[in-house]
């Protein structure tokens, strides 16, 4: 029996060619949108649960306030992890981990030196690799970073520096310490779903930075990860250690606290907070949108339910089509079922035949939607950012997957129309006027899903629209400085006194503006910390302390990155700036000062001995970081202040127009004279405050790839509609053409019911595609506007592809000879 099925199934695949395409593309198409967003949010969901035990691993999160500014960060004191092991039986173990700044790394091998700039350069715990069983090619993991001057690469960097040569017992030089690490282990390198990535690491106990900052509980540079036992990893025992965090924190700050003069029991009486928090890591990567995080890239959630929710719409299109197409063809079929009918086959029997009809046209496009998978995996790469291979598919898990999907498609798209057909009365089909029965309302139901369909690609369109109209609003926004023509470079700590002499022949080249030198510059690292700023008899009421994101820079850089002096001076060669600071707005509004009136007064540093500051200058206020963070409080200290240590230093250049490709190989020229050990590092300002939207633009850009698939989708669906309804009306066609009709005339007849079910569409669309843009905006603290015209240019384009899909098919049906359709009358 079931044998027939099939063949009866293969047979209508074939006479109706059209019609089974249609279908069989249509649902191929979105199979392959479906796999491509399944595996990406499964990579996106699945981070940092390929080790064993990463069930029991939380990262320790702070939660502060200092004056008006509230935070939640990923990087803690260095002290936390053993307050928390000692004070608490739950948690077993920590360790930690830091980021350095870039690094210079040397190795040396028959007369030959190999010099790498490597950026992910990480400290950490000697316990650490014990702790995160990452996978070891060669050396061993317990004793790997036991030794001060032992390092651990992956297997890529291995490769770099000593090719085929066994990496074990040989040393590389980091040019910030005066003796060579020894290699002692090599790892695999890093699964692309892992939070941490790092090229090298080296033990805690050989940075100094770390030895010095052992005792602070406001430094706030190190990712601190606990390690709980199983019977503790529940949320209620979590909760329990969490309400015991605050009483732990109060009794061993307040040292570290007093030691930098800001007594604890002051700085929570001022209405601030210190404060720790545990999070499951395995929560990390997706459930960061609010967290800070020096070390981490944190993905966005946002994106992950954007997709998924697409993907399963992109799957409901597909399967409507093959509804849409099954009953709109149902005519064709009814004399079939009539016959089968009287000739004694139950409904069951021919319920399951279309099942099992739907079943081969869904197998067929499963096929060719893996296909496509496969043949367009790595596009998707390069789109998301990915790192997927064919390989990582070929396990019985993917083939589960496949076949669930299957079974899932051929239930979705052939119920309905399976029991639809099967319901025909066999008389009422045998009737020279027969026409196919109402299930739930044929037409009804059938003009349903078509405005369901195009709602959802409207919807789409108009969210592609407002993403792309928010990435350029990123792009052409007045962040409060000048990014247009500035050259960066950067390490040149690196240098070291060398630093003055490059600035002073860079300054002398032709197509140099001006020069500055300073520890950050928008979109870099800043150094944040806590000031106190003083009443005065114009401003008595100022808050007790606030935090600053801050620069050390030299007397041109304001000048160099065009920010707008407000009020009062910027930093000059005249002066002794040693104790001049310059804030921004927002900083200067938060104290409680206006504008007008903060020059003169002055902020103290409990962090540095109390240093004390006086305004010299306000600026506007500007972006340090993307637009998706508000404007911070932020300060420019002078070098001459040694306020803080940097850990880097840019050389900010601001060109003259039209000549930079010039610039670019002078200043290079320079930089080489001065120290051929130091490679050079050189960008565009504007290329990196790019770089901050690189993921925003990913994710626009899969997203437009998946609007237009599934506008695809939805055209291939009416297509076969129209084809059939055409196909039903063909002998009015016939008759209105020999009255007189043109094909103009025709075209508009026929088109006009689809295009209102479009316009209908359109009107269902609008709204929920505003909220939802809505919604995703507020990812940004500054957002564009979702105009009119945006509706109206989505609207039009939903009626240009309907109006060119449905004309298409009528035009062949109305040019076609009379005659043909009228020979049977």
């Not at 990480?122 to 317990?142: E, W």
């Not at 200290?637 to 850990?647: A, D, I, V």
């Amino acid at each position: 029996m079931f044998k027939n099925y099939f063949k009866i199934a293969w047979r209508n695949l074939v006479k109706q060619k059209l019609n089974s395409w249609l279908f069989i593309c249509g649902l191929a198409i979105a199979l392959m949108c479906v796999l491509f967003i399944g595996v990406y949010v499964q990579d996106e969901q699945g981070y940092d649960q390929f080790f064993e035990g990463s069930e029991y691993v939380y990262r320790v999160n702070i939660d502060g306030k200092m004056g008006p500014e509230e935070f939640v960060g990923g990087t803690t004191p260095p002290p936390v992890g053993k307050a928390l092991v000692d004070n608490f039986p739950e948690i077993e173990e920590f360790t930690r981990v830091y980021k350095l700044s870039p690094e210079n790394v040397s190795y040396s091998s028959g007369g030959d030196k190999k010099v790498f700039s490597e950026t992910n350069l990480y400290s950490v715990d000697s316990n650490f690799l014990n702790f995160f069983p990452y996978q070891i090619i060669s050396g061993n993991f317990k004793t790997g970073l036991s030794d001060p001057y032992s390092i651990v690469l992956t297997e890529t960097i291995a490769q770099k520096y000593f090719g085929d040569e066994e990496p074990i017992g040989k040393e590389l030089q980091l040019d910030e310490w005066s003796k060579p690490f020894n290699v002692t282990a090599v790892l695999a390198d890093l699964p692309s779903n892992s939070s941490l990535q790092f090229d090298l690491l080296i033990p805690n106990s050989a940075n100094p930075v770390i030895e010095r900052f052992e005792w602070s509980w406001v430094w706030l540079q190190m990712t601190t990860f606990v390690k709980l036992n199983p019977e503790s990893t529940n949320p209620e025992s979590v909760r329990k250690i969490e309400e015991k965090l605050p009483s732990i924190v109060k009794l061993l700050a307040a040292g570290a606290f007093e030691r930098i003069g800001k007594p604890f029991d002051e700085f929570l009486a001022n209405g601030g907070r210190w404060n720790l928090q545990l999070q499951p890591m395995e929560e990390v990567h997706l459930g960061s949108s609010d967290i800070f995080s020096a070390h981490i890239s944190h993905g966005n959630p946002t994106i992950v339910k954007t997709f998924l929710f697409i993907g399963w719409l992109i799957l409901a299109m597909a399967c409507i089509n093959c509804m849409n197409l099954t009953t709109a063809n149902a005519l064709r079929r009814s004399k079939e079922v009539g016959i089968k009918k009287v000739l004694g086959s139950s409904r069951m029997t021919l319920s399951v035949q279309f099942l099992i009809e739907s079943g081969l046209f869904s197998l067929m496009a499963m096929v060719i939607g893996t296909f496509l998978f496969y043949g367009f995996l790595p596009a998707f790469n390069q789109l998301t950012g990915k790192a997927f291979h064919i390989n990582d598919f070929t396990n019985w898990n993917y083939f589960l997957t496949i076949s669930a999907l299957w079974v899932l498609t051929t239930l979705c798209s052939g119920l309905y129309p399976a029991f639809y057909l099967s319901s025909f009365a066999p008389m009422s089909i045998f009737r020279k006027n027969a026409q196919a029965g109402s299930f739930f309302s044929e037409q009804f139901t059938r003009n349903g899903l078509v405005v369901f369909q195009f709602a959802i690609s409207t919807a789409l369109i108009i969210s592609s629209l407002v993403i792309y109209k928010q990435l350029r609003y990123t792009q052409e926004m007045n962040m409060g400085f000048d990014r247009e023509q500035v050259l960066l470079l950067s390490q040149v700590e690196k240098l070291g006194k060398s630093d003055e002499s490059l600035l002073e022949e860079l300054r002398g080249l032709s197509g140099v503006k001006s020069v500055s030198l300073s520890t950050g510059v928008p979109s870099k690292y800043s150094f944040g910390d806590f000031y106190i700023p003083e009443p005065s008899d114009k401003s008595p009421d100022v808050i007790k302390d606030i935090a600053l994101g801050s620069f050390q820079v030299d007397d041109y850089f304001i000048k160099t990155l065009g920010f707008e002096l407000l009020y009062g001076r910027s930093f000059s060669e005249d002066f002794n700036d040693s104790t001049s600071v310059v804030l921004n707005e927002t900083a200067v509004k938060q104290i409680g000062w206006t504008p007008e009136n903060a020059v003169g007064n002055h902020i103290v540093y409990p962090g540095n001995r109390n240093q004390r500051f006086e305004v010299i200058g306000v600026i506007r206020d500007f972006n340090n970081e993307s637009l998706h963070s508000p404007i911070m409080p932020f300060a420019f200290f002078h070098f001459s202040s040694k306020t803080f240590y940097p850990r880097q230093l840019y050389v900010s250049l601001r060109l003259h127009e039209g000549n930079a490709a010039n610039t670019y190989e002078s200043v290079a020229s320079r930089w080489n004279e001065l120290s051929s050990e130091v490679p050079l590092q050189m960008s565009f300002l504007n290329d990196e405050i790019d770089a901050l939207y690189r993921e925003d633009k990913k994710a626009g850009v899969t997203f437009g790839v998946f609007t237009l698939l599934s506008v695809l989708i939805g055209c291939i669906g009416l297509f076969g509609l129209i084809a059939a309804t055409t196909a039903r009306r063909i002998k009015e066609i016939g008759v209105r053409k020999v009255m007189g009709s043109t094909t103009l005339q025709l075209v508009q007849l026929l088109s006009w019911d689809f295009i209102k079910l479009v316009l209908l569409a359109i009107l269902l669309a609008s709204p929920v595609a505003y909220w939802a843009m809505e919604t995703w905006l507020e990812n940004f603290s500054y957002q564009t506007e979702i105009s009119w015209w945006i509706f109206i240019v989505a609207g039009l384009v939903s009626l240009a592809i309907a109006w060119f899909t449905v004309s298409l098919q009528v035009m062949k049906s109305a040019l076609a000879n009379p005659s043909g359709s009228l020979r049977s009358e």
